[in-house]
């Protein structure tokens, strides 16, 4: 005669089941921080994507125009000089404007050749074009034969013209946005005088090195949009986080 079979049910102990749910916090531990590092990574990448593209932009923009301008002093084209020259702060960080005459397809006008101007203001690196009339200035070519070298009351002038072409937005063009600083530096140093706080350029010179410090502008807006103030921990630290400098160095013609 057989016996039956008897199934006992074999069930979990407190301590099994203490020691699965450790390991399961430890796992989704781990987890988590793979997550949130890669959120990290993708944050990171998307802020040095977006400086970067407008680094190259500016850049290439102060490239094109650097590389065809037109410049003339009085002494060889007596009448007919064309200026050109920076207004920069200690450190040859440039603290204002960034003056040529150029060549611009993007006009509003026909192509031709105008005074292009680079302004650094409030953290915003914008190009203008003086292609049309403005306030005052009814002949967008009338920066010829303007000579602040051998006519020095002309360079107080001459400022007073880019300062006017600073003030009408229809000229601007925002190439970057969390720009903390321009740094312009051009070989020979000897090429430029200083005349009524600006340098005027005496000759064309051989390299400039151009030198952007951007951070990420969208980032900190929407912290600024959440609430935060400028001088929050957070804000700092995301403008310190995406800060990136780009250099490029520009051999004249």
Request: aromatic share 10%; hydrophobic share 45%.
């Amino acid at each position: 005669m057989k016996r039956p079979v008897r199934y006992t049910k074999k069930h979990y102990t407190l301590v099994e089941i203490m020691v699965a749910m450790a390991i399961l916090v430890i796992m989704m531990g781990f987890l988590f921080q793979f997550v949130i590092g890669a959120q990290r990574i993708w944050s990171a990448s998307e802020s040095t994507s977006t400086t970067f593209d407008q680094a190259q932009i500016a850049l290439q923009l102060l490239e094109n125009d650097l590389q065809s301008v037109s410049y003339a002093n009085d002494e060889e084209y007596p009448g007919h000089s064309i200026p050109m020259g920076v207004e920069r702060a200690s450190g040859n960080l440039l603290s204002n404007k960034l003056f040529m005459v150029a060549p611009d397809s993007s006009a509003s006008g026909n192509a031709g050749t105008y005074l292009v101007m680079y302004a650094l203001v409030n953290n915003e690196l914008s190009r203008y074009v003086f292609d049309s009339a403005i306030t005052g200035y009814g002949n967008p070519q009338c920066f010829y034969g303007f000579d602040p070298i051998t006519a020095t009351g002309q360079a107080s002038a001459f400022r007073t013209l880019l300062g006017v072409l600073e003030l009408d937005n229809d000229k601007k063009n925002i190439l970057a946005t969390g720009v903390q600083d321009v740094k312009v530096d051009y070989m020979p140093s000897t090429c430029a005088t200083t005349l009524s706080g600006a340098e005027f350029f005496t000759s064309v010179p051989r390299a400039v090195r151009i030198t952007l410090t951007v951070y990420d502008a969208k980032a900190v807006q929407r912290l600024l949009d959440n609430g935060l103030t400028a001088a929050s921990e957070a804000v700092v630290n995301k403008i310190a986080e995406t800060t990136r400098v780009f250099t490029k160095v520009i051999f004249m013609r």
